[in-house]
T-cell receptor, first 116, second 110 residues
Framework: AQSVAQPEDQVNVAEGNPLTVKCTYS??????LFWYVQYPNRGLQFLLK??????LVKGSYGFEAEFNKSQTSFHLKKPSALVSDSALYFC??????????????FGAGTRLAVHP | DGGITQSPKYLFRKEGQNVTLSCEQN?????MYWYRQDPGQGLRLIYY???????QKGDIAEGYSVSREKKESFPLTVTSAQKNPTAFYLC?????????FGPGTRLTVL
């Protein structure tokens, strides 16, 4: 079965420092991987995705993620964190199944706290 | 959130009542989904629909029902059979390889 793990419930980082939010996955076949961000009482906003191609994916708001097939990881990174980056981050993998329907399988989420 | 509206933003329900959450989209997307979000559990799929008049159960459909009479609308009813309905509910659409989420409805059972 497809699954996604986000091993850290919370990540704390000082403003201006680099940040990493970890994600590992388990899928059969080639993975379609996504990162979303959620601010309080809001829907999920798309940050970036990996479908194929370059292992380093650049996304919105200065975020990037590195796809590592051998380690089955898709960690989210940003070179210099901002206080406004504080939010809940979700990693997801697309689960393809019969009938043409497909859904996203989400990790439990990681809360990022950036301190001034 | 643009293109997908969910109402109401906050909803309070007494035990034993059915309530319906609205989801409307103007993106002309065929596929629509309902997810439930609980703290520390990520999002879980309740129901999905690929076309009008067709929908399928997701991973946690018990106690929920949906309809898809129009392409633009995919309402979710939380029935009294749902034992623990307090959660944040997110509607989503999909086109190509991208999923788009609405702003969500927070349901609280009193």
């Amino acid at each position: 079965a497809q699954s996604v793990a986000q091993p850290e419930d919370q990540v704390n980082v000082a403003e201006g420092n680099p940040l990493t939010v970890k994600c590992t996955y388990s899928v059969s076949g080639n993975p379609y991987l996504f990162w979303y961000v959620q601010y309080p009482n809001r829907g999920l906003q798309f940050l970036l995705k990996y479908i194929t191609g370059d292992n380093l994916v650049k996304g919105s708001y200065g975020f990037e993620a590195e796809f590592n097939k051998s380690q089955t990881s898709f960690h989210l990174k940003k070179p210099s964190a901002l206080v406004s980056d504080s939010a809940l981050y979700f990693c997801a993998v697309r689960d393809f199944f019969s009938g043409g329907y497909n859904k996203l399988i989400f990790g439990a989420g990681t809360r990022l706290a950036v301190h001034p | 959130d643009g293109g997908i509206t969910q109402s109401p933003k906050y909803l309070f329900r007494k035990e034993g009542q059915n309530v319906t959450l609205s989801c409307e989209q103007n993106l002309n997307h065929d596929a629509m989904y309902w997810y439930r979000q609980d703290p520390g559990q990520g999002l879980r799929l309740i129901y999905y629909s690929q076309i009008v008049n067709d929908f399928q159960k997701g991973d946690i459909a018990e106690g929920y029902s949906v309809s898809r009479e129009k392409k633009e609308s995919f309402p979710l009813t939380v029935t009294s059979a749902q034992k623990n309905p307090t959660a944040f509910y997110l509607c989503a659409t999909q086109a190509d390889r991208n999923t788009f989420f609405g702003p969500g409805t927070r349901l609280t059972v009193l």
